[in-house]
C-alpha cells in the first residue's frame, strides 16, 4: 500500500512571497489532515476534510493560509503571504476512520 | 492551546531498560492514540486506547488510560537504540466531533 506523498519535502522562501504544498492520501481514504509542526512541538492541527468538505478549519489563519481538496482526493495547501513565523514542518495525513492517521514525510518550509 | 502535555518532555534512558512516558489532558475524550516520530520523519501511529478501556498491549508496548485523572502513560519495555524518538499522544477532545490534538510529546533517547 502506497502511502501519503507530499511535495516538496523542502522550501525556502522570502517573507511575503508565496508558497503552495502537495498532498496524495492513501487511496481510498476519505479524510485528509492538513498539520502544521514547529520545531520542538506537537502537530496542531490547520484544517480536516472528509472527501471534498471541510470538518474543521478553526486553526487556520484564513487571511494568509488556504486549502482545497480537489475531487476529494488530492490537496493543496498554501500560504500567501508568508511570514516568518510561518516557518515549520507542514504534514499531511490521511485515514479511513476517525482514529488511525497515516502521515506523510511533511514539507519542510523556511521563511526568510 | 494543546489539550494533551507529555511528561517528561525528555528522557534518556540505557538499551535494555524500560522507558515510561506520561500524557495528561483536560477534558473528556472518545480515545487517546500514541505516535512516534523519528528524526527528520513523519510520525507512526503506535497505538489506540479507547475511553472505556484501562489497559492496552502491542509487542513491547504497554499503554494505561485512567479517565477519572485524565492521564495515559506509554511503558515501552526492553527499549531499542531504534525507540530513540519523540513520542507524542494525541486525544480527541469530546467535542462533539473527532478533532485530534496532539502533545509537546516526549523525547526519547536510548543509548546504546
Known amino acids: 500500500e502506497a502511502g501519503v506523498a507530499q511535495s516538496p519535502r523542502y522550501k525556502i522562501i522570502e517573507k511575503r512571497q508565496s508558497v503552495a504544498f502537495w498532498c496524495n492520501p492513501i487511496?481510498?481514504?476519505?479524510?485528509l489532515y492538513w498539520y502544521q509542526q514547529i520545531l520542538g512541538q506537537g502537530p496542531k492541527l490547520l484544517i480536516q476534510?472528509?472527501?471534498?468538505?471541510?470538518?474543521?478549519d478553526s486553526q487556520l489563519p484564513k487571511d494568509r493560509f488556504s486549502a482545497e481538496r480537489l475531487k476529494g482526493v488530492d490537496s493543496t495547501l498554501k500560504i500567501q503571504p508568508a511570514k516568518l513565523e510561518d516557518s515549520a514542518v507542514y504534514l499531511c495525513?490521511?485515514?479511513?476512520?476517525?482514529?488511525?492517521?497515516?502521515f506523510g514525510p511533511g514539507t519542510r518550509l523556511t521563511v526568510t | 492551546s494543546q489539550q494533551g502535555e507529555e511528561d517528561p518532555q525528555a528522557l534518556s534512558i540505557q538499551e535494555g531498560e524500560n522507558a515510561t512516558m506520561n500524557c495528561s489532558y483536560k477534558?473528556?475524550?472518545?480515545?487517546l492514540q500514541w505516535y512516534r516520530q523519528n528524526s527528520g520523519r513523519g510520525l507512526v501511529h503506535l497505538i489506540l486506547?479507547?475511553?472505556?478501556?484501562r489497559e492496552k498491549h502491542s509487542g513491547r508496548l504497554r499503554v494505561t488510560l485512567d479517565t477519572s485523572k485524565k492521564s495515559s502513560s506509554l511503558l515501552i519495555t526492553a527499549s531499542r537504540a531504534a525507540d530513540t524518538a519523540s513520542y507524542f499522544c494525541?486525544?480527541?477532545?469530546?467535542?462533539?466531533?473527532?478533532?485530534?490534538?496532539f502533545g509537546a510529546g516526549t523525547r526519547l533517547f536510548v543509548k546504546a
Open positions: 495525513a490521511s485515514s479511513q476512520d476517525v482514529y488511525e492517521q497515516y
Open positions: 487511496s481510498g481514504h476519505a479524510t
Open positions: 476534510f472528509q472527501n471534498n468538505g471541510v470538518v474543521d
Open positions: 477534558t473528556s475524550i472518545n480515545n
Open positions: 486506547i479507547r475511553s472505556n478501556e
Open positions: 494525541a486525544t480527541d477532545a469530546n467535542t462533539g466531533g473527532f478533532k485530534t490534538i
